[in-house]
Nanobody, 121 residues
């Protein structure tokens, strides 16, 4: 079974920076997409950024130019560098891996536990 370990969350002032990390472990042959989502209590979970195995990235318009997603395929880790943080960025950030291929040729998706990011004025 695949597990995701998230780290890097915390509390910062507006204009500050944080770097989130998410490491995948288990029996993994490949991961098609690694992504970050965020969710505010009572609201739906929305995509923040995603990166595929070839390095192609997608960003939500609200974070474009401020956040950068990257991945290390050797470490099987995805990162989210968050700069110029705003109060509205406050949320629980979830790591997600999609199209995880295992030894039985299955393609599965997994969610991390979530990391709280709080941005204050």
């Amino acid at each position: 079974q695949v597990q995701l370990a998230e780290s890097g969350g915390g509390s910062v002032q507006a204009g500050g920076s944080l770097r989130l990390s998410c490491a995948a472990s288990g029996t993994i042959l490949s991961i098609a997409v690694m992504a970050w989502y965020r969710q505010v209590p009572g609201k739906q979970r929305d995509l923040v950024a995603a990166i595929n195995s070839g390095g192609t990235t997608n960003y939500a318009e609200s974070v474009k130019g401020r956040f950068t997603i990257s991945r290390d395929n050797v470490k099987r880790t995805v990162y989210l560098q968050m700069n110029s943080l705003k109060v509205e960025d406050t949320a629980v950030y979830y790591c997600k891996v999609e199209g995880v291929r295992d030894l039985w040729s299955r393609s599965l998706d997994y969610w991390g536990q979530g990391a709280q990011v709080t941005v204050s004025s």
